[in-house]
């Protein structure tokens, strides 16, 4: 079976899932909250509106919201052949369960971009409408928005691929979601020491404090550098990925 044909199967799986619902849960809380919360300071003279209510939104949303969706976008994808020996009916077909494994991950990342997606869709929606209630004639920042949209979703993908090991680890449900969410909650702490660098739960939202960084110190230099981080994720998501995909469905082949 070729993968373009398995992965078209792995998108109907999911294709009734409550995926969908799921992904627009927490762009609309965080989005709905942070907005509202600092519209109400905003005056016609205002400037950086728009920065100031990313990070408004984004630092709960990167930290624990995001983060949080996913352990449960996850476990609904692991679970379409979890339940009821699916896994064993798969493995009998003549398909490699590496790219089974492959191709689940590729779902897991497409939700991942479309809840990204929509945590952008959102807060451009939510941000005119605040703009334009208090008066403040600034300009949409698309360029600004894209870019730390497009990082945050990076900075995930070390934790995604992460999460999806653990949930192929450990195949009961229960013990994958309390595995992660004790990952994901002491997040913001050890973003705050030098460890964060090979903590891939605090990627995201480290980016975001960083953004905030920026915001406060006007200084032309970022805060997030890219060295030595970058190497370092690269090889936090290489090898998770690696162990995901070796360890899907080998205890069900003896």
């Known amino acids: ?91 009998v077909l003549p398909v490699s369960r590496y ?10 990342v497409f939700w991942l971009s479309v809840e990204m997606a929509v945590f952008f869709a959102v807060f451009v929606i939510a941000g005119t409408v605040a703009t334009e209630t208090m008066g403040v004639a600034e300009t949409l920042p698309v360029f600004y928005l894209v870019k730390w949209c497009a990082g945050l979703f990076l900075t995930m993908l070390p934790c995604v691929g992460t999460m999806w090991a653990i949930t192929v680890l450990f195949e009961k449900p229960l013990l994958s979601v309390g595995l992660n969410l004790l990952l994901v909650i002491p997040g913001v702490l050890v973003a705050n020491t030098p460890l964060w660098i090979v903590y891939p739960y605090c990627y995201s939202g480290c980016l975001v404090s960083c953004s905030l960084h920026d915001f406060t110190v006007e200084s032309g230099a970022t805060a997030f550098m890219l060295f030595p981080f970058l190497p370092v994720a690269v090889l936090v998501f290489v090898l998770t990925f690696a162990v995901a995909v070796i360890k899907f469905g080998k205890k069900e082949m003896r």
Do not use: H
């Open 99 to 108: 790219l089974l494994s492959v191709a689940k991950f590729c779902v897991l």
């Open 1 to 91: 079976m070729r993968f373009l044909e398995l992965l078209k199967i792995e998108f109907m799986k999911v294709k009734r899932s409550k995926i969908v619902p799921l992904i627009f849960i927490a762009p609309l809380l965080v989005v709905a909250s942070g907005v509202a919360g600092l519209s109400r300071y905003f005056t016609p003279e205002y400037t950086d509106a728009w920065a100031a209510m990313f990070i408004q939104s984004a630092l709960v949303y990167a930290y624990y919201l995001l983060p949080f969706s996913m352990i449960v976008v996850c476990v609904l994808i692991a679970g379409r052949e979890t339940g009821n020996n699916g896994i064993l009916k798969m493995l």
